[in-house]
């Protein structure tokens, strides 16, 4: 089985934090319309990738997984060695060979952020890949702000398994200065398109219009505009999150914490309270030691990325670090409970039983927020 030549590919790599995740779904739920309206191949068969909702990222980075840290992120979601990257891999080139034989589209596009974290020697790998694939390549990326962008992306890194302690002595962003010497090491400078998010949502089109519009491809009204995508935590519930994190980290030893279960984030979604923000001060870190880097981005690829008003935040904890660990550790063991339980029972009829009788921090912490009680004694 030979993949086909496409006369043109398009690589979205994100950046993070500028509604890759609503651009990826809007796509994937129009990819027959963008077939049969815009000659425009869209992969999105992947059954062996967990929870794919139109995210090409675990498939690339199984591809190109060389890096010991590539290796422990696989493991973290359930690819744990060389023979389960080599199977997960035999699937996803199975199935996209299948899709390319299928398609009469003569472009191609894929949609995966994960390519912005690439080493150089991964990146220049998968630009020889994807020069197989089709006979132009053009890589297509969303710059924000990265003090704009902070607390998502904090939010993003703690869903991972990070904890906050550490991200703000070193705040997580994006050094664009490095990131785009690899990708023009790799695919030439005349090949990328680097548009700034600031713009894009003041746009009257939606985000998933302005990318298309990127790439030559006016379809507003096929994409109109919709509320972004919100996966924020609370304010309350990234400090749970982070100390849980803490307390019980994800990966042991190069291997999943049994004592860890993905449903755990669940919980910490729903957690009510104030939006999440950092410490003032990590955000005017990151504003002044991003300044040189923006004004080259800027500079070199003649966009407009905004500029970062003063940030002043108040009262970051409203609870104590003792009552924070205490009821993170009895919030992640009820996980823990309810997940074992509805292993065992799954009847629908039984869910808020087992909330119930596993979550008794969850009630509390909910009846808390309820009658607007934000403070537990440090005492």
């Not at 049969?36 to 980075?61: C, I, M, Q, W």
Request: glycine letters at 4%; a neutral charge; proline letters at 4%.
């Amino acid at each position: 089985m030979h993949a086909k030549k496409f006369k043109q590919l398009f690589l979205h790599i994100g950046l993070g934090k500028t509604g890759t995740t609503t651009i990826q779904q809007d796509i994937l739920a129009n990819a027959e319309l963008l077939e049969t309206k815009y000659d425009v191949h869209y992969p999105r068969r992947f059954s062996h990738a967990d929870r794919y909702e139109g995210n090409h990222s675990v498939l690339l980075r199984a591809l190109f997984s060389n890096a010991p840290a590539v290796r422990q992120r696989l493991s973290a979601i359930g690819i744990p060695d060389q023979q389960a990257i080599d199977k997960f891999n035999k699937l996803t080139m199975n199935r996209l060979l299948r899709s390319f034989e299928k398609t009469s589209a003569d472009q191609l596009l894929l949609s995966a952020e994960s390519v912005g974290h690439f080493r150089q020697a991964q990146m220049t790998e998968l630009f020889s890949w994807l020069n197989e694939l089709s006979e132009s390549i053009t890589v297509v990326a969303c710059l924000r702000h990265p003090v704009h962008a902070l607390s998502s992306e904090i939010q993003q890194r703690l869903k991972k398994g990070e904890d906050l302690e550490t991200m703000y002595t070193n705040p997580p962003h994006y050094l664009f200065k490095k990131l785009f010497t690899r990708l023009e090491n790799a695919f030439g400078k005349e090949n990328l398109i680097a548009y700034s998010f600031a713009d894009a949502v003041q746009q009257d089109c939606g985000l998933t219009a302005a990318f298309f519009r990127q790439i030559g491809i006016v379809a507003d009204d096929d994409f109109p505009k919709s509320k972004p995508i919100n996966t924020s935590i609370s304010h309350e519930g990234a400090l749970l999150l982070s100390s849980v994190n803490r307390q019980r980290p994800v990966m042991l030893e190069g291997a999943r914490n049994p004592a860890r279960n993905l449903v755990d984030l669940d919980y910490f979604r729903d957690l009510p309270g104030r939006p999440y923000r950092a410490p003032a001060e990590v955000y005017n870190l990151v504003k002044e030691s991003v300044a040189v880097d923006v004004q080259w981005a800027e500079q070199e690829y003649d966009i407009d990325l905004g500029r970062p008003e003063q940030i002043e935040v108040e009262s970051y904890r409203s609870f104590s670090e003792q009552s924070i660990d205490f009821i993170a550790d009895q919030l992640v063991q009820g996980s823990s409970q309810r997940h074992s339980i509805i292993q065992r029972q799954r009847h629908p009829l039984t869910q808020k039983v087992i909330d119930i009788v596993a979550h008794p921090s969850l009630i509390f912490y909910k009846a808390l927020s309820l009658f607007g009680i934000g403070r537990l004694s440090s005492k």
